[in-house]
Structure formats: C-alpha cells, structure tokens
C-alpha cells in the first residue's frame, strides 16, 4: 500500500514561509506525478500546484510567483517551498500520487498550515 506522510506544516506570521515536505514509500516515486493541495474550513479541497507530465507543473493561481514545487526522485520527496504566505493559505494541505494510467489517487493524511499574526 502507497504511504504518503507530510510533515513542515505550522503556526507562521503573514510574509513568513515553510516548507513542507511528503515522504513516499511502497511506490514507485519517479512514476507518479506529484503534488499538493488544500482544504480551508467548509471549503472543497483544491489544486495547489503539481507536476503533469515530465518535470512540468502548474499551479493555482492564487499562489503563483509565492509558493514552488520541486521533487526530488532519489529521496522519495515532494516539496513545497510557500514564501509571502498569506491569511487565505490557511488549509490543510495534502499531498497526491496520481497515478497516469489508472488515474487513481493516493493521498497523505495532511499537514495544518496557519497564517495568523
């Protein structure tokens, strides 16, 4: 069974930042594509930024040019760099494997991200 853990998650000032970070196991990393999304309170959860096909990605628009997404295959790890952090970033936020055939998902248990003064 996949097993996706995340981890960085925490209380930060509005303009702060944190990396968060999701560790894969029992999966072949470098096959799946990647990524990160969110679920504010009485919100759906939405699309942060992942990676498509290749090493390509996209993000939300609403964390553009703030928050990037790199993966690094020899560690098993997704990460998510979010700098200029927001009120409005305030979610929990899970990590994804998309499997590209099957199109099923796997998903981390999240990881509580506070943007609060």
């Known amino acids: 069974q996949v097993q996706l853990v995340e981890s960085g998650g925490g209380l930060v000032q509005p303009g702060g930042s944190l990396r968060l970070s999701c560790a894969a196991s029992?999966?072949?990393?470098?096959?799946?594509?990647m990524g990160w999304y969110r679920q504010a309170p009485g919100k759906q959860r939405e699309l942060v930024a992942r990676f498509t096909s290749g090493s390509s990605t996209n993000y939300a628009d609403s964390v553009k040019g703030r928050f990037t997404i790199s993966r690094d295959n020899a560690e098993n790890t997704v990460y998510l760099q979010m700098n200029a952090l927001k009120a409005e970033d305030t979610a929990v936020y899970y990590c994804?494997?998309?499997?590209?055939?099957?199109?099923?998902?796997?998903w981390g248990q999240g990881t509580q991200v506070t943007v609060s003064s």
């Open positions: 994804n494997a998309h499997h590209p055939y099957t199109s099923y998902d796997y």
């Open positions: 029992r999966m072949i990393f470098s096959f799946y594509a």
